[in-house]
Nanobody, 117 residues
Framework: QVQLVESGGGLVQAGGSLRLSCAASGSILSIETVAWYRQAPGKQRELVAAARIDDIRITNYAHHAKGRFTISRDSAKNTVHLQMNSLKPEDTAVYFC?????????WGQGTQITVSS
């Protein structure tokens, strides 16, 4: 079992930056990949960014995130970060940290990002 806790959400002005954190605990050795999703009211959940946990440089970014968002890892703290730059109002959503391993998906509780225009 893996537990994920997101933090770092909040209110930011358009063009600003924010860094989300996802702290993992439990059976963390079973984690193979990590992915950030987001969901805005009235919209479907969508992938933001994903990466291999054993090589965080191997990534997959949504078109809207590429060049603006970056996944990084702090192995000592069992934490993955999502650096979000040049934020736009359309980035407003609840952001979820997820992890995948052994055919299972784990989800955090989500953290709200609001980008004002």
């Amino acid at each position: 079992q893996v537990q994920l806790v997101e933090s770092g959400g909040g209110l930011v002005q358009a063009g600003g930056s924010l860094r989300l954190s996802c702290a993992a605990s439990g059976s963390i050795l079973s984690i193979e990949t990590v992915a950030w999703y987001r969901q805005a009211p009235g919209k479907q959940r969508e992938l933001v960014a994903a990466a291999r946990i054993d090589d965080i440089r191997i990534t997959n970014y949504a078109h809207h995130a590429k060049g603006r968002f970056t996944i990084s890892r702090d192995s000592a703290k069992n934490t993955v970060h999502l650096q979000m730059n040049s934020l736009k109002p359309e980035d407003t959503a609840v952001y979820f940290c997820t992890a995948q391993g052994c055919g299972r998906d784990y989800w955090g509780q989500g953290t709200q990002i609001t980008v004002s225009s």
